[in-house]
């Protein structure tokens, strides 16, 4: 049975599950009225930095002439599923505009993400833009995972805006997913662009250029996100939209069996608490708490409608296994 660990009350009040305590309300009712923005910039380089990032990282979806541009770009197998102008789904867009709560998500054969915007929303409420330092009086060290990392948006947007975050890790089912995941993230390399952004985040947090204790890599890997060590993640993001229950209960386990230095989970769907997690030969275990607290993100499938997407953010703790 997990433990259950009271979260972030101060969001509780307001923006839990429809299944915990504190609120009868659920998450989708309250969309409409959370406002779409990114927390505010630290100072002017951080402004300088999030546009820097938002122009090398917008590209124009799938009117891409052929597979070698341009950034982004949707592959020709998906052309079909995405409409660029809205990202919503290209079938049937009218209907996703319409207040039907029932066709308020994609449907699983659609590509959708986290939108620039979102991303910012999301790293801020994981506590990765906070600048705070240890107790040894040293920056955070950060690994953040994806797990259904698509094109590659977030994991790169991570690496180049976030000093703390010195390893961001992705993994994608689909070869054409990631295979324009890599394609960017080797433009972005091979242009200069990867180095000399991160360069200016590093200066936007104060944080001399060349210290080799903010080296950062980018890590993206193509197949089973259940094949994926995250022994080493310490903030963890599951596009588990279109995961069937079978997957989220064994995301849990993996979770739970292996996430043993994370901090926190954040999951497009509710995580199953009712799981029978078999720990083998491990000494310790992550424990998820029982009662997330939800915010409202900003995806490609609700930026058209101006709302957000319902993300449920698990704090963890670290046990012996008895």
């Given amino acids: 049975m997990r433990e259950r660990i009271k979260t972030r009350p101060d969001h509780e009040s307001c923006h839990s599950n429809s299944r915990g305590p504190y609120s009868p309300i659920p998450p989708d009712v309250l969309a409409p009225y959370v406002p779409m923005m990114a927390p505010a910039p630290k100072n002017a380089l951080e402004l300088d930095l999030r546009n820097e990032v938002s122009r090398v990282m917008s590209g124009p979806c799938c009117r891409s002439p052929s597979d070698s541009a341009p950034l982004f770009a949707i592959s020709r197998e998906e052309v079909n599923y995405v409409n660029c102008d809205s990202g919503l789904p290209s079938t049937d867009i009218g209907l996703y505009l319409s207040e039907r709560p029932e066709l308020s998500s994609p449907d699983h054969s659609t590509y959708g993400e986290i939108t620039l915007l ?81 360069k200016l985040a590093l200066k936007s947090w104060g944080i001399d250029e060349n210290d080799k204790n903010f080296f950062s890599s980018v890590d993206l890997h193509e197949g089973d996100l259940f094949e994926l060590d995250i022994s080493q993640a310490t903030h963890l993001y599951v596009s588990s939209l279109c995961f069937s229950d079978d997957m989220m209960k064994r995301v849990v386990a993996k979770i739970e069996r292996e996430g043993t230095s994370l901090k926190i989970v954040a999951s497009l769907r509710l995580l199953p608490s009712d799981n029978k997690i078999v720990y083998g030969s491990r000494t310790k275990r992550a424990i998820l708490g029982s009662n997330p607290w939800v915010e409202f993100i900003e995806m490609s499938w609700t930026k058209a409608r101006g709302d957000g997407c319902p993300v449920y953010f698990y704090s963890v703790k670290i046990a012996d296994v008895s």
Avoid: C
Wanted: proline share 5%; net charge positive; glycine share 10%.
């Fill in 118 to 198: 979102g991303a910012r929303q999301l790293f801020h409420h994981m506590g990765l833009t906070n600048n705070a330092k240890t107790h040894r009086n040293e920056q955070p060290r950060y690994q953040f995972f994806d797990l259904g990392s698509g094109g590659g948006r977030l994991v790169i947007q991570s690496h180049l805006e976030l000093p703390p975050v010195f390893n961001s890790v992705g993994i994608e089912l689909s070869p054409s997913r990631h295979k324009i995941a890599a394609q960017t993230w080797d433009d972005l390399v091979q242009n200069g662009d990867a180095s000399r952004i991160r």
